[in-house]
């Protein structure tokens, strides 16, 4: 990567604060027009992940070519092709997660919740079947997304069926966020997997503190 892609992905300064990282640049306050036209350019890039990298900027910006880009991604599967964010610890991409935290940020930049809903039910349409490590969950519990309930029930469902037992655990806390009923069918489901993986028993714990509270 050149030096002109390192610092438009990576270069931020603000508030005293200069250096590199991506995720910085996607919360900064003052949006240059230039750097925005120069993202825009990226998104045609033939390395994938720059365009990959250039989308999040963009979509945590509110930028309407970062959503075009995005549908593109979904639709062609760019994560069947390649890998955009292996996690550190899992053999697995946690892109669409990334991805879901770019969009959070986007509701600071005028983007409403219920704009992101069809972005929001394409994800949980793939939580049963692809990694995600905590950023869908957080958008679920911070963002009105009662309308979502039945595909967050669902969600969960497939990733059981697929024995991603840890990975449906950390939908209990958001069911019973929305309907404490519904959450609380779950409780036993999760309990007997808790020797499976002992980290289930924190989002049963989670989950546990709102009926509680």
Not at 109 to 129: H, M
Not at 131 to 152: M, R
Not at 174 to 202: E, M, T, W
Request: glycine share 4%; proline share 3%.
């Amino acid at each position: 990567m050149n030096n002109e892609f390192h610092e438009l992905l990576y270069y931020y300064n603000e508030e005293g604060y200069e250096g590199h990282d991506l995720n910085e640049v996607q919360l900064l306050k003052k949006i240059d027009f230039d750097r925005v036209q120069q993202l825009k350019h990226l998104l045609q890039h033939e390395d994938r992940y720059i365009a990959y990298q250039a989308m999040l900027i963009l979509l945590a910006w509110s930028v309407p070519e970062g959503f075009q880009l995005l549908d593109r991604f979904i639709a062609e599967k760019w994560d069947e092709k390649e890998s955009f964010e292996p996690h550190r610890l899992h053999d697995e991409d946690n892109g669409y997660d990334v991805i879901t935290d770019a969009l959070y940020i986007s509701t600071f930049n005028r983007k409403s919740e219920q704009e992101l809903y069809p972005y929001i039910r394409q994800f949980l349409e793939l939580y049963g079947t692809r990694f995600f490590e905590s950023h869908l969950k957080a958008f679920l519990l911070q963002k009105d997304c009662s309308p979502l309930l039945k595909e967050i029930e669902q969600a969960m469902q497939t990733a059981l069926e697929n024995k991603r037992d840890y990975q449906a655990s950390q939908l209990l806390p958001v069911l019973v966020h929305y309907d404490k009923n519904i959450g609380s069918k779950y409780l036993d489901v999760f309990r007997p997997l808790i020797s499976q993986d002992s980290r289930i028993a924190y989002n049963i714990e989670e989950a546990e503190k709102s009926f509680n509270g």
